[in-house]
């Protein structure tokens, strides 16, 4: 970890999370109803639902995530902000009005409308717990990152307290405090993001950056010669002693003992050939530190910067956001790429080294690990990409967390506009986003081991109070899309498995007390999926839930919409086909085996790994079929 924790970050941290829980604590006199708790009494302005809408959907992945992969890859992060947007489009002209007609409080409501079926109750409700659970885990995963900087605690107490805080405002008041709090979130995150980009257009892009003191960040330019000393049982590879060269340098961590840095003997930029090499053949790192370093350094600093800009220029100045753009299309800039090396005694360690790219190439689809397979010459991997933009422009509409949103205003016209607002406040945060990642990418203050960490590192670039801030409002980012997906879940549990499936009867105040319980147990889920997945890209993660939210609940919604011949038992057929079959493929995916298993991704049964191409097509198919099998017989006259 590059950074350590600060007391203004601490302070407006604590600030956050006492504003947070006075608004739950203050809005749960409001929510003792069954509509109070779980649609806010149908009663919130379009406008403010608009902008809640934007504070539910822009998560962890979308700010965290997204920005990371930016900073890392280029244009390849921004195909998510791409595919996350277009998705509102299906959500405002086939879901928002008719969602809004046929619901009350949940999903199921909507699909189970017109029949009245124990089989549709139960598999919607199934189909929102699994898609709330995969979409929970990043979220966590991503407090996990945000509360580390932030107080000094280790990733597993960050997830604690995010999850404890978010079962808090969900039990204290439902939706009423769940949807102020992504009011607030969404509010403070897109002001905040756009007031960050102008600083960056106004900083320009420098091959020499310095930090929020406006001290010179060197230590990721310099070189030192290797040399291989004897321990007695170990061959180390360490520094010589000798003038630092102004070349970039290499990190490996080693997960048993922490941070090392190898550093290059020539002034070449180091492959991943090279870095194997030097550590490959029985060479082992010892001791956590590497011998011969300059006194008062540590191994570990930020990384990122331009490498040569147009013309040779070492700074261009301020930008205009056209020009920023340009100058980046003409700027080489060193990448850091992650590997991972088992040595000989067995341990994992991850390499990572650079790459000089050129701004046209990062700038175009391609350039990282995951849409490296748009220039790929194997089908499959076309496949795989194609299959991810369809998940994430089919999944936005089928988010169980979204969907219930709609029942929080009084009318089918508020439903539209929100939507209407809703989508201007994503767009223009997506955006910024493209400016975030690449201003990140530039800044020097790249942590090579967290891609999660880009933006609110890129914040402490300018200076501290920004850095806290910035934390505090992605902690509130998660809060606000943690809550909307935990009131979703205790929906399912309380209102569709309880009470419509197993026809318990139950008062207001039981079926409230029971969402609360099941809240609490959805919640503490969470937090052990996200210490579990701790590693794992939020992003990736999310394109998961994406997946199974398209598949099991988007043909389903759809045909009820569209098609009159849709029956009961091709609804239900149609979700538990579709929720099982993405699952699966998922599961038996090479990610899933290299980033879940840690066996071979060679070995895995699919041939790609996401699984929307196949699994959206097979619910559409199996809910005509099972329709046309299951017609309901004419009376005869």
């Known amino acids: 970890m590059i950074h350590s924790s600060s007391g203004i970050a601490v302070f407006i941290f604590l600030i956050f999370v006492g504003i947070v829980l006075t608004i739950s604590f203050y809005m749960g006199s409001k929510a003792k109803s069954s509509k109070g708790y779980f649609a806010a009494g149908g009663g919130i302005h379009w406008a403010v639902n608009g902008i809640a809408f934007a504070g ?5 992945a979308s700010f965290l995530g997204i920005c990371g992969m930016i900073a890392f890859f280029g244009y390849d992060g921004f195909l998510y902000s791409i595919g996350y947007l277009a998705g509102w489009i299906v959500a405002l002209f086939l879901i928002a009005e008719p969602l809004k007609r046929l619901g009350r409080y949940t999903f199921a409501d909507a699909l189970d409308n017109k029949f009245n079926s124990r089989g549709i109750k139960l598999a919607a409700a199934i189909s929102t717990l699994v898609v709330s659970i995969f979409y929970l885990i990043p979220q966590m995963v991503g407090a996990g990152a945000l509360v580390r900087p932030l107080l000094g605690f280790p990733h597993y107490m960050g997830v604690i307290i995010v999850g404890l805080v978010v079962i808090t405002i969900v039990v204290t008041a439902g939706m009423v405090s769940t949807t102020w709090v992504q009011f607030i979130k969404g509010t403070l995150l897109v002001c905040l993001c756009a007031v960050i980009t102008v600083m960056i257009l106004m900083r320009g892009i420098t091959t020499e950056p310095v930090d929020s003191k406006g001290n010179p960040v060197k230590i990721f ?15 180390v590879v360490v520094p010589e002693a000798g003038a630092w060269k102004g070349k970039p340098f290499v990190r490996v961590q080693d997960r048993a003992s922490g941070m090392v840095s190898i550093w290059k003997k020539d002034g070449d930029l180091l492959s991943e050939t090279q870095v194997v090499t030097t550590l490959a053949g029985g060479k082992k790192l010892v001791n956590n530190l ?21 013309d040779g220029v070492k700074e261009t100045g301020p930008l205009g956001p056209l020009g920023f753009i340009r100058t980046m299309q003409d700027t080489d800039v060193v990448q850091w790429i992650s590997d991972r090396i088992v040595d000989a005694d067995g341990s994992t360690k991850s390499i990572y080294f650079q790459k000089l790219t050129a701004g046209r190439d990062f700038l175009s689809p391609g350039s990282s690990p995951t849409f490296s397979k748009v220039r790929s010459e194997k089908f499959s991997d076309k496949l795989d990409f194609l299959s991810l933009m369809l998940a994430l422009f089919c999944g936005t509409a089928s988010l169980p967390h979204i969907l219930i949103r709609y029942y929080t205003v009084k009318d089918q016209a508020s439903a539209r506009k929100s939507t209407i607002v809703g989508i201007a406040a994503i767009g223009f945060f997506y955006v910024l986003t493209l400016y975030l990642g690449l201003g990140a990418m530039t800044s020097g203050m790249l942590d090579v081991t967290d891609s999660n960490m880009s933006a609110p590192l890129l914040a402490r670039s300018f200076n501290e109070w920004l850095f806290a801030i910035i934390s505090a409002v992605a902690f509130t980012t998660v809060l606000g899309t943690v809550s909307g997906l935990i009131m979703a879940a ?38 052990v999926l996200g210490i579990l997945f701790a590693k794992m890209n939020v992003n990736f993660l999310v394109g998961w839930a994406f997946n199974i939210a398209a598949s099991a609940n988007l043909p389903a919604l759809i045909m009820l919409l569209f098609w009159k011949r849709t029956t009961k038992k091709g609804i239900t057929a149609a979700i538990i086909v579709g929720m099982l079959s993405s699952l699966a493929w998922i599961l038996l995916s090479a990610q899933a085996y290299k980033d879940v298993y840690g066996i071979d991704p060679a070995k895995a049964l699919m041939p790609f790994s996401q699984p929307a191409i196949v699994s959206i097509p097979l619910g559409f198919l199996v809910l005509v079929v099972v329709s046309l099998l299951s017609q309901p017989k004419k009376k005869a006259s």
Do not use: C, W
């Open 290 to 310: 590497p011998q011969g370093k300059a006194e008062g350094e540590e191994d570990l600093k930020p990384v990122g910067y331009a490498y040569k800009l147009p």
């Open 490 to 527: 205790s929906g399912a549990v309380a209102h569709d498995i309880m009470t419509n499936y197993f026809k318990v009867e139950m008062d207001d105040f039981k079926k409230v007390r029971t969402a609360k319980l099941a809240a609490v147990f959805v919640g503490l889920l969470a937090i």
């Open 56 to 60: 539910d959907y822009l998560s962890a």
């Open 221 to 235: 330019k310099r070189d030192m010669p290797l040399k291989q000393v004897a321990d007695g049982k170990n061959t």
